[in-house]
C-alpha cells in the first residue's frame, strides 16, 4: 500500500466520515474506547481527523498519522479551521512502523486500516506497543459478515441512498479483497499479542465490529 493512492480520495474519505452510519460508529468507538479527559489520543489512519476532533476538547493532546501526505494536510486544516491545531499533531508515517516511543499514550484508535494491512499481526502489534499499561486500543473492522449483498440489505432497511449508500458498498466490496475476522479470531490474535482483556461490539447488525484491547 502506497500513500499516493489516497491522495486523490480525500474528499472522498472526509464525506465517509460525515455519513450517518459512519459518524454513529464513530461517536460508539470514542465511548468504548474509554476516557479521554487529559490523556494523550493516537488515530492511526487518520483520514481527515474526523474522529480525533470528536475528543480533542477533552484530551491533552491528539495524534494522527497516515500514509497520505494530502490526508494529513487535510486534518491540520480541519483542526486549524476549528481552532484546534495547538492540541493536535499530524504526521505521515506506517502503522507498522508507527515514529514513537513505547507507552506514548492512553487510547489508540484504528478505524477501517487495520483489515488493509498486508499483515494485519504488524500494525496491531505496534498499536499495542505505543499504547500505555493501563490503556486501550480501540478498533472498527469489518466482520466476516460483511459483503455487498449484506451491505446493500442493511442499505435498503435503514434507507441509505445516494452517497451513504456509495461509501458502504465501496467498504463492503474492499472488505471481501482483504482480512475479515471473526470475533473469537481477533481476540486470539490481540491476546496472543498481550492484550489482557478484549471486548467487541457488533455495528451495522454485525457487518463490522468494534473491538477494545485493554492493555
Not at 492512553?106 to 499504547?131: A, H, N, W, Y
Request: contains cysteine; glycine residues 8%; proline residues 2%.
Amino acid at each position: 500500500m502506497e500513500g499516493e493512492e489516497f491522495d486523490q480520495l480525500v474528499s472522498f474519505f472526509d464525506g465517509m466520515a460525515k455519513t450517518s452510519w459512519l459518524s454513529s460508529i464513530h461517536e460508539k468507538l470514542k465511548i468504548q474506547s474509554g476516557n479521554w479527559k487529559g490523556a494523550r489520543i493516537l488515530d492511526v489512519g487518520c483520514g481527515t481527523g474526523r474522529l480525533l476532533l470528536r475528543g480533542v476538547d477533552e484530551a491533552e493532546h491528539v495524534t494522527g498519522i497516515d500514509l497520505s501526505s494530502e490526508m494529513i494536510k487535510a486534518s491540520q486544516q480541519n483542526f486549524f479551521l476549528h481552532d484546534r491545531d495547538d492540541k493536535s499533531t499530524f504526521l505521515v508515517a506506517d502503522a507498522c512502523a508507527l515514529p514513537f516511543e513505547d507507552d506514548r499514550f492512553q487510547v489508540s484508535l484504528s478505524t477501517c486500516v487495520m483489515f488493509l494491512l498486508p499483515e494485519p499481526d504488524k500494525g496491531l502489534k505496534e498499536l499495542i506497543r505505543v499504547t500505555s499499561p493501563e490503556g486501550a486500543v480501540t478498533m472498527l473492522n469489518p466482520s466476516k459478515k460483511m459483503n455487498q449483498m449484506n451491505a446493500f440489505e442493511y442499505g435498503k432497511k435503514n434507507g441509505l441512498t445516494g452517497f451513504e449508500q456509495t461509501t458502504l458498498l465501496k467498504w463492503s466490496n474492499v472488505s471481501t479483497r482483504r482480512h475479515r475476522y471473526s470475533t473469537e479470531e481477533m481476540t486470539d490474535l490481540l491476546k496472543d499479542l498481550g492484550a489482557k482483556q478484549v471486548v467487541h461490539q457488533e455495528v451495522l447488525d454485525g457487518l463490522a465490529m468494534i473491538t477494545t484491547a485493554k492493555i
